[in-house]
């Protein structure tokens, strides 16, 4: 029978210290109890008997850090989440941008592509889409892989219209456009 709770705090600060050294990616500041979580989680899936085990795993094998990394990431996201800042971005943000021959957006941590996408309808929403480049990228790969898809379930539909609305949204998200999201 595998401790559900196999992860200690010292051993935890040692596994991302491996990490960084050799992987150079940096989980140090990542909530510890979350993290926590997932480690534990993770060694319940991957049937790991011993934290040490997990650890000679990622020291041993880089081919395990993209499948570490999909269970470490939190990747909660939705089109216009905080509808709030999107509707700052629309009223006051991207009018001085569009006073700017170019535009370049990074969405550093992109999850599954809801965040780059919603700017992508308010760029084309302030006719400025054209003169803009938006960059999405993630530490996650499986997330990366279903944002480069575009595809969205179709019961998150009610929400996404939901919080564009709130974010000054004046149109319905397109139907035709979202039909071609939809799975
Ligand atoms: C909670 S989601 C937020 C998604 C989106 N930005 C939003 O606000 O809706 C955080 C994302 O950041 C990614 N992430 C975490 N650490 C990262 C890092 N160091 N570099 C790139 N992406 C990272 C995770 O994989 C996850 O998909």
Redesign the pocket.
Known sequence: MIDPDIVKEDEMELLLKDIFSLYD??FTQYSKASLKRRLNRICMIDKFTSFAELRYKLNNDASYLPRF?EEI??????MF?DPHFYKTLRDHILPVLGTHPFIRIW?????TG??AYSLAILLQEANLYHKSLLYA????PG?LDKASKGIFPKNTLAQYEENYALSGGKKTLHPIMYLAMIW
């Not at 990431?73 to 939705?78: F, I, P, R, S």
């Not at 969405?107 to 999850?111: L, N, P, Q, Y």
């Open positions: 990616y940096d990394i990431t939190v990747n909660v996201t939705e989440r969405v550093a941590g992109c999850s809801e965040e990228t993630d530490i996650n997330v």
